[in-house]
C-alpha cells in the first residue's frame, strides 16, 4: 500500500509558476526512516531504489514524449 505524505517544498511551487513546468517529486524514504526526527536514517537500499525508480521514471518520460 503506498502513502501519499510530506510537506511543502517552496521552490516547486516557483518551478511551475516561473518555468511553465511540471515538477514531479519522487519521494523514497519510509516511515521506519523517521523524518527529521533525532534518529533519523536512511538506507542505502533506499538510495539505490531511488535511483532505479529515478532512471525508469526518465526513460518512461522520454518513451511517451
Known amino acids: 500500500m503506498y502513502?501519499?505524505?510530506?510537506?511543502?517544498?517552496?521552490?516547486?511551487?516557483?518551478?511551475?509558476?516561473?518555468?511553465?513546468?511540471p515538477v514531479v517529486m519522487l519521494g523514497v524514504s519510509l516511515p521506519d526512516c523517521r523524518a527529521h526526527a533525532p534518529n533519523?536514517?536512511?538506507?542505502?537500499?533506499?538510495?539505490y531504489g531511488g535511483a532505479a525508480a529515478a532512471a525508469y521514471l526518465w526513460k518512461e518520460l522520454a518513451a511517451n514524449a
Open 40 to 47: 533519523e536514517r536512511f538506507k542505502l537500499a533506499n538510495f
Open 3 to 21: 502513502t501519499r505524505t510530506g510537506g511543502s517544498i517552496p521552490v516547486v511551487t516557483s518551478f511551475d509558476a516561473l518555468l511553465g513546468i
